[in-house]
């Protein structure tokens, strides 16, 4: 079974430029969240999706945008980069929708989308 | 809010030996998820082990188990053996029982195993 797939593993951009980064989830899987990793901050939740749902968002500006698609893949996009959202990534599905109902059903990572801004 | 706490940045241990590293966490719920992800230079996060709030058992798997002392709101995680593959950035996170994965992690624990 293929686990979660992130593109592309590695990218540079220049600050004012936009981006957008593609997850497929486990096959099976309906939701998928996003982590923001960096040396400072360290993993910050971005957003969740269900069933093509924002179900939950971070405390992160407007720039920060996603989308999940009908066959479960999801999209996070970055508009205006600045030199700060350089980092690590990470993106992670699950089969629930982490309702009361199921249990420790855990996330899933991929390897991850390392974005450097210049 | 909830939060994390991992107050060792590094740790090491010799190879075959046991290291214990340390999670706190604070919250106001009663049911909740914990758990501990091991990342290696790959960068992948890979599940090492987790622990429901309901149950008083600890977790246990293959030579990792976990101490959670829910009144103390405390969560180790205890490495027996360790081998060379165990190197890697060690997460503590939470997540409520709410219906999110909005998980709460840690700062994380550098582990190197010296041989």
């Known amino acids: 079974k293929a686990g979660v797939t992130q593109t592309p593993r590695y990218l540079i951009k220049t600050r004012g430029q936009q981006v957008t980064l593609s997850c497929s989830p486990i096959?099976?899987?309906?939701?998928v969240s996003w982590y923001q990793q960096t040396p400072g901050q360290g993993l910050q939740f971005l957003f969740e999706?269900?069933?093509?749902?924002?179900?939950n968002k971070g405390n992160f500006p407007g720039r920060f945008s996603g989308r999940q698609f009908s066959n479960s893949r999801s999209e996070m996009n970055v508009s205006t980069l600045e030199l700060g959202d350089s980092a690590l990534y990470l993106c992670?599905?699950?089969?629930?929708?982490?309702?009361?109902?199921?249990?420790?059903?855990?996330?899933?990572f991929g390897a991850g989308s390392r974005l450097t801004v210049l | 809010a909830q939060t994390v706490t991992q107050s060792q940045p590094e740790m090491s241990v010799q190879e075959a030996e046991t290291v214990t590293l340390s999670c706190t966490y604070d919250?106001?719920?009663?049911?909740?998820?914990l758990f501990w992800y091991k990342q290696p230079p790959s960068r992948q996060m890979i599940l090492v082990i987790r622990?429901?709030?309901?149950?008083?058992q600890n977790a246990t798997e293959n030579r990792f188990s976990v101490n959670f002392q829910k009144a103390a709101k405390s969560f180790s995680l205890k490495i027996s053996d360790s081998q060379l593959g165990d190197a890697a950035m060690y997460f503590c996170?939470?997540?409520?029982?709410?219906?999110?994965?909005?998980?709460?992690f840690g700062t994380g624990t550098r582990l190197k195993v010296l041989a």
């Open positions: 992670a599905s699950s089969l629930t929708s982490g309702g009361l109902s199921s249990g420790a059903n855990v996330l899933t």
């Open positions: 096959s099976g899987h309906r939701s």
């Open positions: 999706y269900f069933s093509e749902t924002q179900r």
């Open positions: 919250t106001s719920e009663s049911d909740y998820y």
């Open positions: 622990q429901e709030a309901y149950k008083q």
């Open positions: 996170a939470y997540r409520p029982d709410s219906g999110t994965y909005k998980y709460i």
